[in-house]
């Protein structure tokens, strides 16, 4: 973490020098990214940059606890559903806001993978605790599976298809604030796959069942083209 004289420095430059370490970080990999080189684009000696942070890995978790805040803020709370199509309404609302944002946020895109490896089962993991666990009361997600490993395998199949939905949608070269195009249909390859995941052998009851129109089940995928 930050040594206590980096909270001194004003808002703006505490704001820089993240910026630019996440920019390196983003770009050559958490591992990779020499600590020299960032301390040259910001500006540091090496002496005034241990003034600061401990080590490189402290400035690290410090950028990475920044991308984790943000995609916490643009997942939003759960707020529990007490019907069906309202609980997917506020999954794929959920969905699309936190695709938008890694859209609009390539580094935070880069480094997300990361962040959340470090924050532990109280956070990424507690968003789809909320979210089993009122799928399970209102019958929609199974129940004959441990909750925890169904909790970590929802949190794997969202992650990865943000990613998969952002690498497919967004061509080499497109502009990353570049709004994102309208799903084709093979989107709701993702949403089957949850389907899949959340549904008992031999009770195909519970399926969501994307459909041609905005309703129950229908994927983000489907109607904004996102994850």
């Known amino acids: 973490m930050p040594l206590p004289r980096f909270h001194r420095l004003p808002p703006e430059r505490r704001e820089h020098i993240l910026s630019v370490a996440q920019r390196h970080f983003a770009e050559h990999g958490p591992e990779a990214a020499s600590y020299n080189k960032i301390i040259e684009a910001v500006g540091f000696s090496k002496t005034a940059a241990y003034q600061y942070f401990d080590s490189r890995d402290d400035l690290l978790s410090a950028v990475l606890d920044g991308v984790r805040e943000r995609l916490f803020e643009a997942l939003g709370p759960w707020s529990a559903a007490d019907r069906a199509d309202a609980f997917w309404e506020r ?16 580094d935070d895109l880069a480094l997300a993978g990361a962040a959340l490896a470090r924050s532990g089962p109280e956070g990424w993991l507690q968003w789809f ?31 990865a298809a943000d990613e998969w939905t952002l690498a497919r949608m967004r061509p080499p070269g497109t502009p990353d604030t570049a709004p994102l195009p309208s799903g084709d249909g093979a989107d709701r390859q993702v949403w089957s796959l949850l ?4 549904t008992a052998p031999g009770d195909r009851a519970r399926e969501p069942g994307p459909g041609p129109g905005p309703g129950p089940g229908r994927s983000a995928h489907d109607e904004a083209g996102t994850g």
């Open 129 to 159: 605790e909320a979210v089993v666990e009122n799928g399970q009361r209102l019958g929609v997600v199974r129940t004959d599976t441990d909750r925890g490993l169904l909790v970590a395998a929802t949190a794997a199949v969202f992650r």
């Open 195 to 198: 389907r899949g995941l959340w």
């Open 91 to 106: 999954l794929e609302t959920g969905s699309r806001a936190l695709v938008t944002h890694l859209h609009t946020h390539p």
